[in-house]
C-alpha cells in the first residue's frame, strides 16, 4: 500500500514538473515610443464678449426709448432720450455768460487799441523838444499797460465762460444715451415717465455683444501644460444635438484657483448665424498631448494587484515581471513608466496568473 502511494506521488510530481516547463502560449506586443494626442470632455460657459449695464449719467426724467430687449444697436446710437428743463436753463445761462464775456472782452480790446494809438502819436511827437511833457508821456504809458492787462482778464474771462458752456453742454448732450458698442439690448428696466438718478441707481437696458462669445473652460492642473494660444478646440452645445462649432484659445489666465485647482482659459467663439447665446455651457473637447515622448502599451498589458502593478516581458524564454507606474489612457493603449525601454516585447493579454519564470512562446 505504501508503495502504491509512492508510485502516485512519484507520477504526480513528474506530471507537474512536465507541465511547469511546457511553454505558455501568449501573444506579445511592442513598447512603443511616442508624442500621443487625445481629447477630454471639459465643462464650459459661454459669456458675451463685452456687455455693460446702461445707466444715466445724469438724473432726468425718461422721455422716449427707442429700443427693447432683443434691439440690434450700433455704437454711438440714441437709446434713451431723458427730460432735464432744469440743464437746459443752465445750458442757455452758460451761453449768455459767455457771451458777455466775449462783448466785454471786444470792448476792452478796443480801448487798448485806442490808447495804444494816442500813445503812439504822441510818443512822435515827444520827439520834437517843448512839444509834449514828459509825465503827460509816462502817464499815457501807464494807461496803455492797464488796458492791455484789462485785455488779458478779458481773454481769461472769456475762457472760463467758454469753459462752463461747454461742460454744461455736455452735461445736455448727456440726457441722450447713446450705445458704447455694437451688440444686442437683452434687457429693459424703464419706461417711459420714470425718473432715473445717475450714479447706477437705476439701470436703464442691458447691452451684450453677443455676435462674438467668449468661451471660458476651466482647465484641470494636469492639463494646464497643453493650453497653447491660436489652438483650435470644438465643443458642443445641448441646445443644437449632432452640430460641432469651433473657438480659438486668446486668453490664459497663467494662474490657478486655489479651491478647484483650475485654470480659466478663455477662447473666441464666432455666433454668426445666432444659434449659441450667453450662459449656455458648452462641453468641450479639449487636446492633450504630451510635451515628450511616452511609453505606451496595450491596456491589457498592464497588471493591478494589492501589491504592484507590472507588465510581464520575456527574458531568455521566460515570463518576467517589471514593476511600473501606469499613466494616462490614449484609446485602447496606456502610457507607463518603469525599468521598461521602446521595442521591448511584453505579453498583450498579461494577469497574475501568469507567474515568474514561466517559459514563454
Known amino acids: 500500500m505504501n508503495n502504491h502511494k509512492k508510485i502516485l506521488l512519484l507520477i504526480l510530481a513528474v506530471s507537474l514538473q512536465t507541465s511547469a516547463q511546457t511553454p505558455a502560449h501568449v501573444e506579445f506586443a511592442t513598447v512603443e515610443s511616442r508624442n500621443p494626442s487625445?481629447?477630454?470632455?471639459?465643462?464650459?460657459?459661454?459669456?458675451?464678449?463685452?456687455?455693460?449695464?446702461?445707466?444715466?449719467?445724469?438724473?432726468?426724467?425718461?422721455?422716449?426709448?427707442?429700443?427693447?430687449?432683443?434691439?440690434?444697436?450700433?455704437?454711438?446710437?440714441?437709446?434713451?432720450?431723458?427730460?432735464?428743463p432744469e440743464m437746459k436753463a443752465q445750458t442757455a445761462a452758460a451761453e449768455a455768460t459767455f457771451h458777455q464775456a466775449e462783448a466785454d472782452q471786444s470792448q476792452a480790446e478796443a480801448q487798448a487799441a485806442g490808447i495804444e494809438s494816442t500813445f503812439a502819436r504822441l510818443q512822435e511827437a515827444s520827439k520834437t523838444p517843448g512839444a509834449v511833457a514828459g509825465n503827460e508821456l509816462v502817464q499815457l504809458e501807464k494807461e496803455r499797460d492797464a488796458a492791455q492787462s484789462l485785455v488779458g482778464s478779458r481773454k481769461a474771462a472769456t475762457r472760463a465762460a467758454e469753459d462752463r458752456l461747454r461742460a454744461a453742454k455736455e452735461l445736455e448732450g448727456y440726457l441722450r444715451v447713446t450705445a458704447p458698442f455694437d451688440g444686442t439690448i437683452t434687457d429693459r428696466f424703464v419706461h417711459p415717465g420714470i425718473l432715473v438718478e445717475s450714479g447706477g441707481r437705476t439701470p436703464l437696458l442691458k447691452l451684450q455683444q453677443i455676435g462674438h462669445l467668449r468661451l471660458t473652460v476651466p482647465v484641470p492642473e494636469s492639463y494646464v501644460g497643453h493650453v497653447v494660444h491660436g489652438t483650435l478646440v470644438n465643443f458642443h452645445v445641448a441646445s443644437q444635438p449632432g452640430r460641432t462649432y469651433s473657438a480659438k484659445i486668446a486668453r490664459?489666465?497663467?494662474?490657478?484657483?486655489?479651491?478647484?485647482?483650475?485654470?480659466?482659459?478663455?477662447?473666441?467663439?464666432?455666433?454668426?448665424?445666432?444659434?449659441?447665446?450667453?450662459?449656455?455651457?458648452?462641453?468641450?473637447?479639449?487636446?492633450?498631448?504630451?510635451?515628450?515622448?511616452?511609453?505606451?502599451v496595450p491596456a491589457t498589458s498592464v497588471v493591478s494587484t494589492t501589491e504592484r502593478t507590472f507588465v510581464i516581458t520575456v527574458v531568455n524564454g521566460h515570463a518576467h515581471w517589471v514593476n511600473v507606474r501606469k499613466g494616462a489612457a490614449f484609446g485602447d493603449q496606456v502610457a507607463i513608466r518603469g525599468d521598461i525601454k521602446p521595442g521591448q516585447k511584453v505579453v498583450k493579454r498579461a494577469s497574475d496568473e501568469l507567474r515568474e519564470g514561466v517559459p514563454l512562446s
Not at 445724469?58 to 432735464?84: H, M, N, T, W
Not at 478663455?266 to 515622448?293: F, H, I, K, Q, R
Request: proline share 8%; no cysteine.
Open 38 to 84: 487625445r481629447t477630454v470632455a471639459l465643462p464650459a460657459e459661454l459669456a458675451p464678449f463685452l456687455q455693460a449695464v446702461i445707466e444715466a449719467r445724469v438724473p432726468g426724467y425718461i422721455e422716449r426709448v427707442f429700443v427693447d430687449r432683443g434691439s440690434k444697436v450700433r455704437r454711438g446710437q440714441v437709446l434713451v432720450e431723458l427730460s432735464a
Open 252 to 296: 490664459i489666465s497663467n494662474a490657478l484657483d486655489a479651491q478647484t485647482r483650475t485654470m480659466m482659459v478663455e477662447l473666441d467663439a464666432s455666433n454668426s448665424d445666432g444659434s449659441l447665446a450667453p450662459g449656455m455651457y458648452p462641453t468641450v473637447d479639449w487636446p492633450v498631448s504630451s510635451a515628450e515622448p511616452l511609453l505606451l
